[in-house]
T-cell receptor
Framework: DADVTQTPRNRITKTGKRIMLECSQTKGHDRMYWYRQDPGLGLRLIYYSFDVKDINKGEISDGYSVSRQAQAKFSLSLESAIPNQTALYFC??????????????FGAGSRLTVL | SQKIEQNSEALNIQEGKTATLTCNYTNYSPAYLQWYRQDPGRGPVFLLLIRENEKEKRKERLKVTFDTTLKQSLFHITASQPADSATYLCGENRDDKIIFGKGTRLHILP
């Protein structure tokens, strides 16, 4: 089984629908992240969480929300999806290491298409 | 503003040659830089991390350098192979979150 599992892997939805992307990990890491990837724009950070009670906005949090249900689970929600949220979404984890040295373990990605 | 940039969107290299990818940063000095590999349809995979007080780091055919004067990190793949074809991302740790450049797509031509 993968260390970081994302569901669904692919989703097509319509404008205005609520969508949840889920992420679970078996790494035992405290830190979890959500990124989106668009062609030509690279990976951009949406939200991150350093423990169950901690939620932080990233570079592009507008239109998204997250929930850290447990150490191992971090879900990303789009309350009302719009076409420009069509992208490849990645969940990642890291352990709390020396400052600056935390390395990310990524999931396989969730491809979301909003029509 | 602080920026991390990978200037080459794509790079074609002949098999057997050394591929060199560039990561530049402006208006700040990161303490660490990380390099990841991403294959199509997959998540990035960590390759190497280099600290600002390290000039060079190696792992098999991979080498990363960190030049704080030029504000640049170079990522080298020696004796390149078609299997090295992928997108390579550099990232820096900013307040415990990793911010990435846009990546460079590397094509190793047989």
């Amino acid at each position: 089984d993968a260390d970081v599992t994302q569901t669904p892997r692919n989703r097509i939805t319509k404008t205005g629908k609520r969508i949840m992307l889920e992420c679970s990990q078996t790494k035992g890491h405290d830190r979890m992240y959500w990124y989106r990837q668009d062609p030509g724009l690279g990976l951009r950070l949406i939200y991150y969480s350093f423990d169950v009670k901690d939620i932080n906005k990233g570079e592009i949090s507008d239109g998204y929300s997250v929930s850290r249900q447990a150490q191992a689970k971090f879900s990303l929600s789009l309350e009302s999806a719009i076409p420009n949220q069509t992208a490849l979404y990645f969940c990642a984890t890291s352990e709390e290491g020396p400052p600056g040295a935390n390395v990310l373990t990524f999931g396989a990605g969730s491809r979301l298409t909003v029509l | 503003s602080q920026k991390i940039e990978q200037n080459s969107e794509a790079l074609n290299i002949q098999e057997g040659k050394t591929a060199t990818l560039t990561c530049n940063y402006t208006n700040y000095s990161p303490a660490y830089l990380q390099w990841y590999r991403q294959d199509p349809g997959r998540g990035p995979v960590f390759l190497l991390l280099i600290r600002e007080n390290e000039k060079e780091k190696r792992k098999e055919r991979l080498k990363v350098t960190f030049d704080t004067t030029l504000k640049q990190s170079l990522f080298h793949i020696t004796a390149s192979q078609p299997a090295d074809s992928a997108t390579y991302l550099c990232g820096e740790n900013r307040d415990d979150k990793i911010i990435f450049g846009k990546g460079t797509r590397l094509h190793i031509l047989p």
